[in-house]
T-cell receptor
């Protein structure tokens, strides 16, 4: 069956531009998560959604970062006025519910490079 | 201090060896423990998922959790070149949706 799909797979943009990253979760999964992975590092939590609401936004690094989810499905992560330190792989995951006994399934990420 | 510490490696072993990967954690609120495998330029893939202390086996993989010591391990028996990847431990609290990850251990299994 279809897994978590992320687009674009790669994005190169100039410093100061806005970027929008998209995540299509597994069908029927109500929980959706965004993480960031810098080179050689583990995953840094950004935000998670239960349905269309975001109970935990604690990982968003600054007010330049925002995310939304519509229809309990697709989510977009927006980074405004990008900086070079935003360069990383942005990973999306989904799970059946947000309960801890529901493991998270990941997409292959969007590789973002800020020039 | 990070909540989850993982030996960074890299780790290189011959084919057929037994591999031991480890993580320690500091927060006793973590109750759920996972191991993910991540191939280059791919997203993490869930390998093992455990809740209680003790061992859980799945084929060549065994996950071990010791909550009293705040220590988890993943053992890989009869390692294969296809096991070459980065292995990430991850943990969940009971009242939070997000996972907290270790930084990963890169494993190379040489034919």
């Amino acid at each position: 069956g279809a897994g978590v799909s992320q687009s674009p797979s790669n994005k190169v943009t100039e410093k100061g531009k806005d970027v929008e990253l998209r995540c299509d979760p597994i069908s029927g999964h109500t929980a959706l998560y965004w993480y960031r992975q810098s080179l050689g590092q583990g995953l840094e939590f950004l935000i998670y959604f239960q349905g269309n609401s975001a109970p935990d936004k604690s990982g968003l690094p600054s007010d330049r970062f925002s995310a939304e989810r519509t229809g309990g499905s697709v989510s977009t992560l927006t980074i405004q006025r990008t900086q070079q330190e935003d360069s990383a792989v942005y990973l999306c995951a989904s799970s059946g519910t947000a309960h801890p006994n529901q493991p998270q399934h990941f997409g292959d990420g969007t590789r973002l490079s800020i020039l | 201090q990070k909540e989850v510490e993982q030996d960074p490696g890299p780790l290189s072993v011959p084919e057929g060896a037994i591999v031991s990967l480890n993580c320690t954690y500091s927060n006793s609120a973590f109750q759920y423990f996972m191991w993910y495998r991540q191939y280059s330029r791919k997203g993490p893939e869930l390998l093992m998922y455990t809740y209680s202390s003790g061992n859980k086996e799945d084929g060549r993989f065994t996950a071990q959790v010791d909550k009293s010591s705040k220590y988890i391990s993943l053992f890989i028996r009869d390692s294969q070149p296809s096991d070459s990847a980065t292995y990430l431990c991850a943990m969940l609290r009971t009242n939070a949706g997000k996972s907290t990850f270790g930084d990963g251990t890169t494993l190379t299994v040489k034919p």
